[in-house]
RNA sequence: UCCUCUGUAGCUCAACGGUAGAGCAGGUCGCUGUUAACGACAAGGUUGUAGGUUCGAAUCCUACCGGAGGAG
């Protein structure tokens, strides 16, 4: 039955300076925000079940568009019943436009660098090497060579969303085109500009097709890009703002570079790389916030390191996806507490693979009540990180999961407590 | 007992008589809308031993020691 005391998706319960605690409604079901989504680029959040995902704490997860209709197909997955249903997983689900992969597949490689700078890839900055891509980018949409058979796709915004609501999913991404901190400010300005197009297209084509997708109640949410430039980033976030959209996501957070600079307190002279990656997403957070619906979730698209989960949700960020966790786990970093000898300076990290693990009988994190950590000590982890054993891939995605869920859930209390700042005093000091 | 082959990094192997290298293991790191169970870096050596030939030997010769195979 369609609501026609149009429910809000989203209320905001508590506050605490721009941090808020809220509830998202989804059609398939409540997510308490601010939260973090694992990603599940290809229909799995990779080496964990649903049950797993539960027990870890996640609320909602993340799909991605290319991927999945690359293979099996979005058209596949609809007729299995919607990704919900093909995967087992009866939570929400986010999925991404692909249009993050039209800049890994291609200004990102094109280009050499990372999406988070870093002083190690500085000179990747400095000296761009052209290779060839797997993406390029029209008016249409974008052009991809297949990744797994060199096949070529055309992703239009209008395709973007087809996909998604074949998917089924809950939240749909416009498509949104990346930039690259290589890109010129001509290049900047065009792409800005045929962002809002496909924007416009994209949102376009999910009214008019929702209501008879498997999905009927699924939301759209528009995506602010721009450079790490505070009036650009300004202007886009009240363009975004104006149109119909059920929240909306902060793009292309990805520090910075020499060429933008919209920071008072900083200048081309002092600007560095380093500071980039620590500082540029919360500024980015922080320039666009004023400029948004205070009704609108707002999601901080692939982003998800501990300090700058602290910094955004401060600002206002309500929603986080990022691979890091999963991703991290399977490279044997896995998330402490700084009881445990977590830092800004490691990341909130340990390697389980160092030598001085390997006869360590104590868990992971002490004051981890997760799966994991009730279970197995570090030397056991470190030695079925050695041994490549699949177990371990799976134990340490669990923790670094349940990690931040939790992280975020004490956030949360936090913030109704009005003790964010007291909070992230104890993680950051 | 004889014949053949073979001894190089912890392991498996490269290197025309001309600066001994690689993969793996082990070590230290990196990872932010996943092309990522991935990647980077450093370390690691009296070339089985003892002689000889040569300007120069892991490489050629001799002996010994260790291993594999064959014949008896």
């Known amino acids: 039955m369609i609501g026609l005391e149009a429910m809000a998706n989203f209320t905001v319960i508590a506050k605490e300076g721009e941090a808020r605690v809220g509830v998202l409604q989804t059609a398939h079901g409540r997510v308490e925000t601010p939260v973090f989504m694992p990603v599940g680029t290809q229909g799995s959040v990779k080496a964990l079940d649903p049950e797993d995902l539960r027990t870890a704490g996640a609320q909602i997860i993340l799909g991605n568009t290319y991927h999945l209709n690359l293979r099996p197909t979005s058209?596949?997955?609809?007729?299995?019943?919607?990704?919900?249903?093909?995967?087992?997983?009866?939570?929400?689900?986010?999925?991404?436009?692909?249009?993050?992969?039209?800049f890994s597949l291609g200004d990102m490689i094109a280009h050499g660098i990372r999406k988070v700078p870093n002083s190690s890839n500085k000179s990747s900055l400095d000296n761009p090497t052209l290779k060839p891509t797997l993406a390029k980018i029209s008016e249409e949409g974008?052009?991809?060579?297949?990744?797994?058979?060199?096949?070529?796709?055309?992703?239009?915004?209008?395709?973007?969303?087809?996909?998604?609501?074949?998917?089924?999913?809950?939240?749909?991404?416009?498509?949104?085109?990346?930039?690259?901190?290589?890109?010129?400010?001509?290049?900047?300005?065009?792409?800005?500009?045929?962002?809002h197009r496909w924007e416009l297209r994209s949102l376009k084509y999910f009214q008019e097709h929702v209501a008879d997708s498997i999905n009927p109640n699924a939301q759209i949410f528009?995506?602010?890009?721009?450079?790490?430039?505070?009036?650009?980033?300004?202007?886009?976030?009240?363009?975004?703002?104006?149109?119909?959209?059920?929240?909306?996501?902060?793009?292309?957070?990805?520090?910075?570079?020499?060429?933008?600079?919209?920071?008072?307190?900083?200048?081309?002279?002092?600007?560095?790389?380093?500071?980039?990656?620590?500082?540029?997403?919360?500024?980015?957070?922080?320039?666009?916030?004023?400029f948004l619906p205070a009704s609108w979730p707002r999601h901080v698209l692939g982003i998800g390191e501990i300090q700058n989960l602290f910094d955004c949700v401060q600002r206002g960020a309500d929603m986080f996806d990022c691979v890091a966790a999963t991703r991290r786990a399977r490279n044997g970093s896995l998330y402490i507490s700084?009881?445990?000898?977590?830092?800004?300076?490691?990341?909130?990290?340990?390697?389980?693979?160092?030598?001085?693990?390997?006869?360590?009988?104590?868990?992971?994190?002490?004051?981890?009540?997760?799966?994991?950590?009730?279970?197995?000590?570090?030397?056991?982890?470190?030695?079925?990180?050695?041994?490549?054993?699949?177990?371990?891939?799976?134990?340490?995605?669990?923790?670094?999961?349940?990690?931040?869920?939790?992280?975020?859930?004490?956030?949360?209390?936090?913030?109704?407590?009005q003790e964010l700042q007291k909070l992230k005093k104890e993680w950051t000091d």
Request: net charge negative; proline share 3%.
């Open 75 to 102: 058209e596949l997955i609809k007729q299995l019943g919607g990704l919900h249903q093909f995967m087992g997983w009866d939570g929400p689900i986010l999925t991404d436009s692909g249009g993050f992969q039209a």
């Open 142 to 195: 974008v052009q991809f060579t297949s990744h797994i058979d060199g096949s070529k796709h055309l992703l239009t915004p209008e395709r973007s969303i087809e996909i998604q609501l074949n998917l089924g999913s809950d939240i749909v991404l416009v498509l949104d085109e990346l930039l690259s901190p290589m890109h010129n400010r001509d290049y900047a300005r065009q792409s800005l500009e045929r962002t």
């Open 222 to 290: 528009g995506i602010v890009q721009g450079v790490y430039d505070k009036k650009i980033r300004q202007a886009e976030a009240k363009w975004v703002a104006e149109q119909d959209f059920d929240g909306i996501s902060i793009g292309g957070s990805m520090g910075t570079s020499e060429f933008y600079n919209g920071d008072d307190d900083v200048t081309a002279e002092t600007i560095s790389i380093d500071w980039a990656a620590s500082k540029a997403i919360a500024k980015t957070v922080e320039w666009v916030v004023p």
């Open 338 to 417: 700084p009881k445990q000898g977590g830092k800004v300076q490691n990341k909130y990290t340990l390697l389980i693979s160092k030598a001085e693990y390997k006869m360590d009988a104590k868990p992971i994190d002490q004051l981890c009540s997760c799966y994991t950590c009730q279970h197995f000590t570090r030397a056991y982890l470190r030695h079925l990180y050695l041994a490549k054993e699949l177990l371990y891939y799976r134990l340490a995605s669990i923790h670094n999961v349940y990690f931040l869920s939790n992280l975020m859930s004490q956030m949360r209390e936090a913030i109704q407590n």
